[in-house]
């Protein structure tokens, strides 16, 4: 494994950059309500250890925006052991790996949640609305719809990292830390 460690406080720039849309938006979530649903910690707290952020780096992570709007106190008891659960420290210590797109895909996801993939779970007009704010041209976003509208998540999100990164990913996207490997290494120095 040649994953390099990866800083908590580089995922606010990573977000913007590297993310794909499902990792982004929760990032968003978390960072603006301070909290994150189970099915949300989930998927997105396995993904951040799947891009590299250690064990005891990640526990600071999730105490230092949780305390934001409750005590370590309430932390400590309600949401810790869960986190310490993702990187297998407690109970069965199952080392767990991080979603797929097609687990994720196949997620339920109800009104207010904010886990799952966009390009499946969103109504079109946010997932369109979202990509026009983000700064994709009306063309990029049309070819994004256009496989959003035919049920081929995984190529709209290809095209997506395509449409922002500037050329397409090494596969079609069918994991979020694939395409966030894909991304940084695009980038890499
Ligand atoms: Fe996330 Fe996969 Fe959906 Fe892309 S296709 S937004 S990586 S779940």
């Not at 799947?50 to 949401?79: P, R």
Request: hydrophobic share 30%; glycine share 6%; aromatic share 12%.
């Amino acid at each position: 494994n040649d994953k390099e460690k990866v800083n908590p406080e580089n995922l606010d720039g990573y977000s913007k950059k590297h993310y794909p849309l499902c990792m982004r938006h929760m990032h968003e979530i978390l960072r603006s309500t301070h909290h994150l649903k189970h099915r949300c910690r989930l998927q997105y707290g396995l993904f951040i250890k799947g891009i590299g952020v250690l064990y005891e780096d990640a526990m600071e992570y999730w105490k230092k925006e949780f305390t934001k709007t409750m005590d370590h106190e309430k932390f400590e008891k309600q949401y810790a052991y869960e986190f310490k659960h993702q990187y297998g420290k407690v109970g069965s210590m199952i080392n767990y790996s991080p979603y797929s797109c097609i687990k994720i895909i196949m997620e339920n996801v109800g009104p207010g949640d904010h886990h799952g993939c966009p390009y499946k779970h969103w109504d079109p007009s946010i997932t369109k609305q979202k990509m026009i704010e983000q700064g994709l041209s009306s063309e990029g976003v049309n070819s994004v719809m256009e496989m959003v509208t035919s049920g081929h998540y995984q190529i709209a999100c290809s095209r997506y990292f395509e449409c922002t990164q500037g050329q397409a990913p090494s596969v079609v996207v069918s994991h979020p830390n694939q395409y966030f490997s894909d991304s940084m290494n695009l980038f890499k120095d």
